[in-house]
């Protein structure tokens, strides 16, 4: 190949990236060294699953796409094999994923994130792992507002039971 048709191959892998960047409301970098083969199929199915895109990138084409995309932050983390996970929908379940793999492999380290473009610490990452799921607030808000009505209906039937107790 000539060196303008390689320029020309990065170019588009940069502005693949650059548009992965863009479009993604989560995206996470990971150091995976150290994983098994396995281990890191296992991590590939819990991510694809979820529809997270996991993918490994040279880390100068990266940095390149996150300039393009308008983030500043990620170069400090773009050092040694890093792969990165990009979730177009769910702000929490790749960090989810990430977090809950990485407490049972020690390998993984998560490194930083991009979360609706702004670059999050690991810490953060961790932190927003550790949130429940959308369904799991949604039904934690429906329990919120049941137990209201649920509290009056028991009040309601002891008043019914009591007055019936004192009528006999």
């Not at 996470?28 to 994983?35: E, H, K, N, P, T």
């Not at 490994?56 to 400090?76: D, F, H, Q, S």
Request: proline share 2%; charged share 25%.
């Amino acid at each position: 190949m000539s060196n303008s048709k390689i320029v020309e191959a990065k170019q588009q892998k940069v502005d693949l990236i650059t548009e992965q960047l863009k479009n993604s409301v989560s995206t996470i970098i990971v150091d995976y060294r150290g994983l098994t083969v396995a281990q890191v199929t296992e991590l590939r199915k819990q991510l694809r699953e979820a529809g997270i895109e996991y993918k490994v990138y040279k880390n100068t084409l990266v940095r390149r796409a996150a300039e393009a995309a308008g983030i500043e932050g990620l170069e400090e983390t773009l050092t040694g094999p890093n792969a990165i996970a990009f979730s177009n929908e769910e702000v929490v379940e790749p960090a989810k994923i990430l977090a809950d793999f990485a407490k049972e492999n020690e390998a993984l380290e998560i490194k930083a994130g991009v979360i609706e473009g702004q670059v999050v610490s690991a810490e953060e990452v961790n932190t927003i792992g550790s949130l429940p799921s959308k369904d799991g607030l949604v039904s934690m808000l429906l329990s919120v507002l049941q137990a209201p009505v649920r509290n009056f209906a028991y009040a309601v039937k002891a008043v019914g039971e009591q007055k019936e107790e004192s009528a006999e």
